[in-house]
Nanobody
């Protein structure tokens, strides 16, 4: 069964940094694109980033470009999200997810699996 489990720091002041991790199991991790989306109470689901499992192509949403970095370690079935220069508008529940390769070609993601989410709060 597919499992995606997020972990990491969840509270930071504006301008600070957090690093989230995602442990994956139940599928052939190295061939799948994987990424993160986020959702806040007053906003809809927003794609954050995606990294290809085939060629390492990476996509970032416009609101996080230059601040967030995604990486993966296929040997560990893990993906990471380094978030720098964080803003209060980054406050949301963050989800590690499969089904994002569409954004690598300028299309919408089609998420098919995701974790329970991880609360990230950026204070001002």
């Amino acid at each position: 069964q597919v499992q995606l489990v997020e972990s990491g720091g969840g509270l930071v002041q504006a301008g600070g940094s957090l690093r989230l991790s995602c442990a994956a199991s139940g599928f052939t991790f190295e061939v799948d694109a994987i990424g993160w989306f986020r959702q806040a109470a007053v906003k809809g689901r927003e794609g954050v980033t995606c990294i290809s499992g085939s060629d390492g192509t990476i996509w970032y949403g416009d609101t996080v470009k230059g601040r967030f970095t995604i990486s993966r370690d296929n040997a560990k079935n893990a993906v990471y999200l380094q978030m720098n220069s964080m803003k209060p508008t980054d406050t949301a529940d963050y989800y590690c997810a499969r089904g994002c390769p569409g954004v690598l070609k300028g299309r919408d993601p089609q998420y098919n699996s995701w974790g329970k989410g991880y609360q990230v709060t950026v204070s001002s």
